[in-house]
């Protein structure tokens, strides 16, 4: 198994509240994503992180935001939480270089009320 | 655009069967692909993965195709079990660029 850890599994909250999504991994990756996943439907790519204090912004608009102060860490921040933003999130982090396989959390899922 | 999707979205299949899960990719210049389980109220789990300069490899009870002529990519699981059912996922990776995911395909095993 791999050691990723998201929390929390589950949040239900009223819209316009602040949350942040946490995500920590011990295999020491540089690498680090977050996706977005509807019940049933694709994985779309929100934010990735190649190390400390970079990140990029995915595929998907995303009206979140990141950090990465630390290797193992990489939350995620909704400023103001609104039923669109209802969906699973899922974590990832693979290894540095090309062609590396990425390891997966177990996701939270959010409902905005 | 460039993307990576499924022939089918769902597939049942008996107990002791084997199973094959289809996806089409558009860009070749891919490099690398990764097939995925995700079983439900869990994240995804990588299952195998193959490089662009192979064409055929082989795990525990699943095999993984790549024709790269056509730009497909397959799994094969064999001797397919209850547990196997899930939504798989395929997935590829450019270069150094995040990983690009499929639509997935439901398997459903039938005892």
């Known amino acids: 198994e791999a050691d990723i850890y998201q929390t929390p599994r589950y949040l239900v909250i009223g819209t316009g509240k602040k949350i942040t999504l946490e995500c920590s991994q011990t295999?020491?990756?540089?690498?680090m994503y977050w996706y977005q996943q509807d019940p049933g439907m694709e994985l779309h790519l929100i934010h990735y992180?190649?190390?400390?204090?970079?990140?990029e912004k995915g595929d998907l608009s995303s009206e979140s935001t990141v950090s990465r102060i630390r290797t193992e860490h990489f939350p995620l921040t909704l400023e103001s939480a609104r039923p669109s933003h209802t969906s699973q999130y899922l974590c990832a982090s693979s290894e540095s270089g090309t062609g590396t396989k990425a390891f997966f959390g177990q996701g939270t899922r959010l409902t905005v009320v | 655009g460039e993307s990576v999707g499924l022939h089918l979205p769902t597939l049942s299949v008996q107990e002791g069967d084997n199973s094959i899960i289809n996806c089409a990719y558009s860009?070749?210049?891919?490099?690398?692909f990764i097939w995925y389980k995700q079983e439900s109220g869990k994240g995804p789990q990588f299952i195998i993965d193959i490089r662009s300069n192979m064409d055929k490899r082989q795990g525990q009870r699943v095999t993984v195709l790549l024709n790269k002529t056509v730009k497909h990519l397959s799994l094969q699981i064999a001797a397919t079990q209850p547990g196997d059912s899930a939504v798989y996922f395929c997935a590829e990776n450019r270069g150094n660029t995040p990983l690009v995911f499929g639509k997935g395909t439901r398997l459903s095993v039938i005892a």
């Open positions: 992180s190649y190390g400390v204090n970079s990140t």
């Open positions: 295999m020491g990756h540089d690498k």
């Open positions: 860009n070749s210049a891919s490099d690398y």
